[in-house]
């Protein structure tokens, strides 16, 4: 057993589903999955291949039942987004705890996502634990015209066309949101997080603490976490 061993649960792939025509959500399921903590909005790393881990944010968790990922079959051919396209139900599959910092925060007067599609099962898993009742803005970025976030609540976020971080802040400037600061939650691309965070603390007065960013990659770098 070597070292990665130690650390990794092991689980069967039990079924493979086109969610939009770029996103495939992964169920996965056996013993190790009991009880496992997990908080909506954190993530398992996947060991993709025999030399990579790639991050992949928690969709849902069935405590006995499944976890389920939602993988985005980027035109990068990066060794995740292989493995999307290749899995299939009976593939073993290993990974580790689910672990990670962008996750609610229950005292916030209101929540704000900010993201692209490889952050909307983050946001999906975290829109669904909110109470109907907490207040909710966003705005995701998709990259093909008139694609579909598969996001929940998808009525109370806007969705655009992504074409970068100004344009990602110009949606945003125009937005409505309360005089006072929310929480916000950033992840997806790491120019567009820089660009939002800088646009909520710098413009808009946010303090720094209210802005949890995470970003999930970034062109030209290989597996960001
Ligand atoms: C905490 C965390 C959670 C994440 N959750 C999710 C998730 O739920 N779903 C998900 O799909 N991804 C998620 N990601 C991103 C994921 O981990 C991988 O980085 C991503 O899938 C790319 O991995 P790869 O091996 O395919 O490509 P890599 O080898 O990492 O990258 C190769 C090249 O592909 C290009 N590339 C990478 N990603 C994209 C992209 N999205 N669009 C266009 N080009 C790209 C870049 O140019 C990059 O240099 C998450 C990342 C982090 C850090």
Same mark, same amino acid.
């Given at each position: 057993?070597?070292l990665?061993d130690? *650390?990794?649960?092991?689980?069967?792939?039990? =079924?493979v589903?086109?969610v939009?025509?770029?996103?495939?959500?992964i169920?996965?399921?056996?013993?190790? !999955?009991?009880?496992?903590d997990?908080?909506?909005?954190?993530?398992?790393?996947?060991?993709?291949?025999?030399f990579?881990?790639?991050?992949?944010?928690?969709?849902?968790?069935?405590?006995?039942e499944?976890?389920?990922?939602c993988?985005?079959?980027?035109?990068?051919?990066?060794?995740?987004?292989?493995?999307?396209?290749?899995?299939?139900?009976?593939?073993?599959?290993? *990974?580790t705890?689910?672990?990670?910092?962008l996750?609610?925060?229950?005292?916030?007067?209101?929540?704000?996502?900010v993201?692209?599609?490889?952050?909307c099962?983050? *946001?999906?898993?975290?829109?669904?634990a !909110?109470?109907?009742n907490?207040r909710?803005?966003?705005?995701?970025?998709?990259?093909?015209?008139h694609?579909?976030?598969?996001?929940p +609540?998808l009525?109370?976020?806007?969705q655009?066309?992504?074409?970068?971080? =100004?344009h990602?802040?110009?949606?945003?400037?125009?937005?409505?949101?309360?005089a006072?600061?929310?929480?916000?939650?950033?992840?997806?691309?790491a120019r =567009?997080?820089?660009?939002?965070?800088r646009?909520?603390?710098?413009? +808009?007065?946010?303090?720094?603490?209210?802005?949890?960013?995470?970003? *999930?990659?970034?062109?030209?770098?290989?597996?960001?976490?």
């Amino acid at each position: 057993m070597n070292l990665l061993d130690r *650390f990794l649960l092991r689980a069967t792939v039990t =079924d493979v589903e086109t969610v939009t025509p770029r996103m495939r959500r992964i169920r996965i399921a056996g013993e190790s !999955l009991r009880g496992l903590d997990w908080l909506p909005g954190q993530h398992i790393r996947v060991h993709v291949d025999a030399f990579s881990l790639r991050a992949y944010s928690v969709w849902d968790y069935a405590d006995g039942e499944h976890l389920d990922l939602c993988v985005l079959d980027h035109p990068g051919h990066g060794p995740g987004a292989r493995w999307s396209r290749q899995v299939r139900a009976g593939d073993q599959v290993a *990974f580790t705890r689910p672990q990670g910092r962008l996750v609610l925060r229950d005292s916030a007067p209101y929540h704000l996502f900010v993201g692209d599609e490889t952050a909307c099962a983050a *946001f999906g898993a975290m829109l669904r634990a !909110l109470p109907l009742n907490a207040r909710v803005h966003g705005i995701v970025g998709v990259d093909v015209p008139h694609g579909r976030a598969p996001v929940p +609540r998808l009525g109370e976020l806007e969705q655009i066309h992504r074409r970068g971080p =100004d344009h990602i802040v110009a949606a945003l400037r125009a937005r409505y949101l309360p005089a006072e600061p929310g929480v916000a939650y950033v992840a997806g691309e790491a120019r =567009d997080c820089q660009a939002v965070r800088r646009h909520l603390t710098a413009e +808009r007065g946010w303090p720094r603490t209210a802005v949890i960013v995470k970003p *999930f990659w970034t062109p030209g770098k290989r597996g960001l976490d």
